[in-house]
Every structure is written in C-alpha cells, then in structure tokens.
Nanobody
Framework: QVRLVESGGGLVQAGGSLRLSCAAS????????MGWFRQTPDKEREFVAG????????AYAESVEGRFGISRDNAKSTVYLQMNGLQPEDTDVYSC????????????????????WGQGTQVTVSS
C-alpha cells in the first residue's frame, strides 16, 4: 500500500510560480512511477507530468511543456512539481499518483495505469 499526501497549492497571480510536493509512504513508493494530474468537477482527469522511479525519464502534457518541471527525491520519498508561468487555465485540483511496474523506465500518462492517488491540492491562478 502507498499513501500519498500533496501540499503546496494555493492562490497565485498569472505569471507566478508554485511548487507542489507529494509525500509518499509505503514500502514500495520509491520504486514506482509517479505522476501529477489535474481535474475540476466538470472535466476529465488530465495528465500533467510523469517521472520514472529513478528520475531518469520524464514526460509532460503539451499544455505545460516548458513551464512545469517534475522531479523526485527518493531519499525523502517526495515528488515535486515546479510550476512556472502559471495561467488562469492552470486552475485545477492537482493530484499525485503512483503506479506501474517497479523500476519501470517509462513514465505513464493514462490515469488507469496508476494504482494509488492522493487527495489533491487546489491551485488557483487569478488573472
């Protein structure tokens, strides 16, 4: 079992930055692929970024490429999402997820490929 707890959300003006954190606990958390997704009640869950277990390979949604950066610190069992150049359309609840085969070298984009989810943290960008 893996437990995920997100933090770092908040209100920011357009053009600003936030860094989200996802603290993972559980025996296998450092061996999983990790990802960030976002969702509002009227939209489907959207892939934002993914990272392999060792941080060696990352993937991003086209809408955030060049503005967001995903990283992980396995010593702290934490995954980060650095968000720069935020825009109002980035307003959403951001959730982290863990899954995939242990030691997989491919990030995962589909929500169904993840096994564990956090509760989410709200990010609001004002114009």
């Amino acid at each position: 079992q893996v437990r995920l707890v997100e933090s770092g959300g908040g209100l920011v003006q357009a053009g600003g930055s936030l860094r989200l954190s996802c603290a993972a606990s559980g025996r296998t958390s450092t061996r999983n692929v990790m990802g960030w997704f976002r969702q509002t009640p009227d939209k489907e869950r959207e892939f934002v970024a993914g990272i392999t277990w060792n941080g060696g390979n990352t993937a991003y949604a086209e809408s955030v490429e060049g503005r967001f950066g995903i990283s992980r610190d396995n010593a702290k069992s934490t995954v980060y999402l650095q968000m720069n150049g935020l825009q109002p359309e980035d307003t959403d609840v951001y959730s982290c997820a863990a899954g995939g085969q242990f030691y997989s070298l491919q990030p995962l984009r589909a929500p169904g490929e993840y096994d564990y989810w956090g509760q989410g943290t709200q990010v609001t960008v004002s114009s």
